[in-house]
């Protein structure tokens, strides 16, 4: 499903990157068709009080 979802939002044909971030992070795998890579941003779906 991710990777539909990736495949719909590219402007061109080849791979890129893509930066997952907030609670549901941790599904996102590390390996994705036509990504180049994924970026797991550590602390990402923590939120600072105040």
Known sequence: M???GVDRMKT???DMPIIVVGG???LV???LAGVS????VE???NRSAG
């Open 43 to 45: 602390h990402a779906s």
């Open 12 to 14: 061109s044909a080849g």
């Open 2 to 4: 991710i990777e539909d």
């Open 24 to 26: 549901g992070a941790f």
């Open 37 to 40: 890579e994924v970026v797991h």
């Open 29 to 31: 795998p590390h390996k």
